[in-house]
């Protein structure tokens, strides 16, 4: 029996030893999984809104941002860098854009991520600089951007109601989300990456009041994205607006936008009593307003601007400076809030950061005082303004007409009567109305009507006559022996309003044209390319006129042929390859700026108040540049008419009958 109890009691121990072996094992297992989700947890990051106590939470911080708006398509992508650091210089800990879906798929199913549109690579140098990310994605963004950011082809499907649950829109935002959103995905806070928050659609309280549409489009993004984003709207600063634009029950924290002035206190007491609690965010904080053509350039006073930025922030708000960095509306990329209220190429928005990169040390100041009030210890240098080309004289020539183009490469349809631009296909530039005279006009009475938003009648190749938007109903005498050309500008569509929504004010093009107010019938189409300078690149003879005298405009005479294109070249050594701004005096009167085939965007000295237009230094070149203007009505003869300049002058002078 004894040998029988002693080989028990070592089995016994032996098994304890092997349960205690097992039993470790498992414990560190246990750890070592535990330590690779808190390895995971701290990489990934978790960011989310705590409702119950008024707060964004940030791994396990509350987090209160100051973000900078800029706009990444308004920048050349050689100096999101700069742009970026001298917001962090400032104070602030997060950057705010808006994402152009009509800039990178400007046809459909053609999409362009590439330079200036390489968004992931504008996420990567956010990261880079250690600042979060808000993404406001729409897809309509407003902005005083063209169409509001959404396609203009959108308007050649009849009848198409944007903005709404119609199929065919709703169609092509979801085509566009599963382009766009699944780009973005690694890139979230959630993934490691800097994106903090996606804003669905966008001052919706505005233009509508329908939740099942906000709701459709938030679960196409919850589709893609999931719960490892916050979601957000915007809207106006009142219930009116977001009892519209938002959805309750916390399904997207709503935020509010208003400048200086008036109690930020008040205002987010509105909206926490609407949304029943949660962090107060003002999304657009207006350090400055958009320009018109024929207004005054805008300008906020920055002390004002600092004493409302400290209320803000005094509350345990988040605020989003808009704009910290306005940029350039380049190429047709303008927008107009309706009527003749059209947004010119500048989009410099008195902002604390100029259209150039430079800082306006009095906003900036206002700005980084506050923030360092809040949060402290900033100690990064005040960003210099960059060296800038001057001194430069141009000397356009004119090398041709825009009705040159005129001709079988450009016919788009013969017709009974006169086509919108939305029904040829033709959303940007302009278009050529023809009517080739049977019987001779002699002394008759001519009147176009519905212009959208400029033509340019030439009667025999004479250049009689300007019509604008607001002025449709205005007859003018012609003679006509040969052809009738109008020429059609459009300018940009309405980016923002309930007018969005209205074809009969959307429109481009005309809608009819009378002869002693007789319907004119038979018309031939062209599209008239503003873009493409290798059209105009051989010198030519022009023509003598055909009949009659050129007309007037705004006090000019009007360029004998129509309108027309001049280019000089300017020849650069390697060290002038620095940012500089084209001076177009009133010499000129309304058209395009083209620099090494690049569209830099409209000018239009006779409405003012912009003069010169921002060319950055990267879009240069060592040896010959080519400058073109396309000059739309007059142009006289004067020194110094066209010159670079060191200096901008966005402040001129302004005719709002221009």
């Not at 923030?371 to 000397?395: A, C, Y």
């Not at 038979?522 to 290798?534: A, E, F, L, M, T």
């Not at 010959?624 to 396309?630: G, H, K, S, V």
């Amino acid at each position: 029996f004894g040998l029988i109890f002693s080989w028990a009691d070592n089995l016994k121990a032996s098994l304890q030893f092997r349960n205690r072996c097992f039993l470790k094992m498992c414990f560190i297992f246990v750890n070592v999984l535990l330590a690779l989700v808190a390895v995971s947890q701290v990489e990934s990051g978790e960011f989310y809104v705590d409702w119950k106590n008024d707060r964004f939470v940030m791994d396990d911080e509350t987090f209160q941002y100051v973000s900078a708006g800029m706009h990444y398509f308004r920048i050349p992508h050689q100096y999101w860098e700069q742009r970026i650091n001298a917001a962090k210089s400032a104070g602030l800990n997060t950057i705010q854009t808006y994402v152009a879906w009509n800039a990178h798929e400007p046809e459909p199913g053609v999409y362009n991520f590439e330079g200036d549109l390489d968004i992931v690579e504008f996420i990567k140098t956010v990261q880079a600089h250690d600042m979060a990310l808000i993404l406001r994605v729409g897809p309509y963004i407003c902005g005083e951007w063209n169409f509001g950011g959404l396609p203009p082809w959108l308007l050649g499907t009849p009848g198409i109601q944007i903005r709404t649950q119609d199929s065919r829109f709703m169609k092509a935002v979801n085509s566009w989300l599963n382009v766009l959103l699944p780009m973005i995905e690694p890139y979230l806070f959630a993934n490691d990456g800097p994106i903090i928050m996606v804003q669905v659609e966008n001052e919706y309280g505005s233009f509508g009041c329908d939740h099942d549409y906000i709701n459709s489009l938030y679960k196409m993004f919850y589709e893609i994205l999931g719960n490892k984003v916050v979601y957000f709207t915007t809207d106006g600063n009142g219930p009116g607006y977001y009892k519209c634009g938002s959805l309750p029950d916390h399904t997207l924290l709503t935020t509010i936008d208003f400048g200086p002035g008036g109690s930020p206190a008040q205002s987010f007491a509105k909206l926490a009593a609407f949304q029943d609690g949660g962090p107060a965010v003002n999304s657009e904080y207006y350090t400055g307003w958009l320009d018109h053509w024929g207004h005054k350039h805008s300008t906020h006073s920055a002390t004002a601007e600092g004493k409302t930025l400290d209320a803000i922030l005094s509350v345990n708000a988040s605020v989003n400076l808009y704009m910290w960095h306005g940029g350039t509306n380049f190429g047709l990329s303008s927008g107009t809030q309706g009527g003749n209220n059209f947004n010119p190429s500048s989009y410099d928005y008195d902002a604390p950061q100029s259209e150039c990169g430079d800082v306006r040390l009095d906003k900036y100041w206002a700005i980084r005082n506050v923030t360092e009030k809040h949060f402290p210890g900033n100690k990064m240098p005040v960003p210099r303004d960059s060296k800038k080309l001057g001194g430069i004289t141009l000397n356009p020539h004119q090398s041709g007409l825009l009705t040159d183009q005129i001709g079988p490469d450009s016919f788009l349809l013969f017709s009974f009567l006169p086509h919108k631009m939305e029904e040829l296909g033709v959303f940007e530039g302009m278009v050529a109305y023809q009517h080739e005279v049977k019987t001779p006009l002699e002394g008759v009475s001519m009147s176009v009507l519905g212009v959208h938003d400029r033509a340019y009648v030439l009667v025999d190749g004479t250049f009689v006559q300007v019509v604008k938007r607001e002025e449709d109903t205005v007859s003018f005498t012609i003679t006509a022996y040969k052809t009738i050309t109008i020429l059609v500008e459009n300018m940009g569509y309405i980016n923002y309003g309930r007018h969005m929504k209205d074809y009969a004010t959307q429109y481009k093009g005309i809608r009819n044209v009378t002869i002693n107010k007789s319907v004119w019938t038979q018309w031939s189409h062209y599209k008239i390319d503003v873009r493409n300078p290798q059209l105009f690149d051989k010198p030519r003879e022009i023509p003598g006129r055909v009949h009659g005298m050129p007309g007037k405009v705004n006090g000019k005479q009007l360029l004998p042929n129509g309108p027309a294109v001049y280019t000089d070249t300017v020849n650069l050594e390697r060290g002038q390859l620095m940012d500089t701004f084209i001076n177009i005096t009133q010499s000129w009167s309304k058209g395009y700026l083209i620099v090494n085939g690049i569209m830099i965007g409209r000018y239009w000295p006779d409405a003012g108040p912009q003069f010169t237009h921002y060319i950055p230094g990267v879009w240069l070149k060592k040896g010959a540049n080519t400058i073109t203007l396309i000059e739309l009505q007059s142009q006289e003869a004067a020194p110094d008419s066209v010159y670079f300049t060191n200096t901008p002058y966005i402040d001129g002078p302004f005719n709002p009958k221009a």
